[in-house]
């Protein structure tokens, strides 16, 4: 069973900044597919990030420019920078692993913006 252990959640002030970070067990160089999604209470959960190995990456366009998704596949960690941060991106965020039609969840970390 892999396991994605997520860290680096808490409460910020709008305008601030967070990292989140994502250790996988299962070496991420067999993981092609690393993304962040967030959920937010009461709304779907919602891709935000994705980086694929080689480096590729997409965001979705909310968070453009002020995210910054960033896998270090010899540490088996992916992460989340998170910059000018809006009260709109409070949320769980849960890290994701997708190799074929394997998928892995993270439990997710709370991510809480004042204004």
């Known amino acids: 069973q892999v396991q994605l252990v997520e860290s680096g959640g808490g409460l910020v002030q709008a305008g601030g900044s967070l990292r989140l970070s994502c250790v996988s067990s299962?070496?991420?160089?067999?993981?092609?597919?690393m993304s962040w999604f967030r959920q937010a209470a009461g709304n779907q959960r919602e891709l935000i990030a994705t980086?694929?190995?080689?480096?590729?990456?997409e965001y979705v366009e909310s968070v453009k420019g002020r995210f910054t998704i960033s896998r270090d596949d010899p540490k088996n960690t992916l992460s989340l920078q998170m910059n000018s941060l809006k009260s709109e991106d409070t949320a769980v965020y849960f890290c994701?692993?997708?190799?074929?039609?394997?998928?892995?969840w993270g439990q997710g970390t709370q991510v809480t913006v004042s204004s």
């Open positions: 994701y692993g997708r190799a074929g039609n394997t998928e892995m």
């Open positions: 980086q694929i190995v080689g480096g590729d990456t």
């Open positions: 299962r070496s991420m160089y067999t993981i092609p597919v």
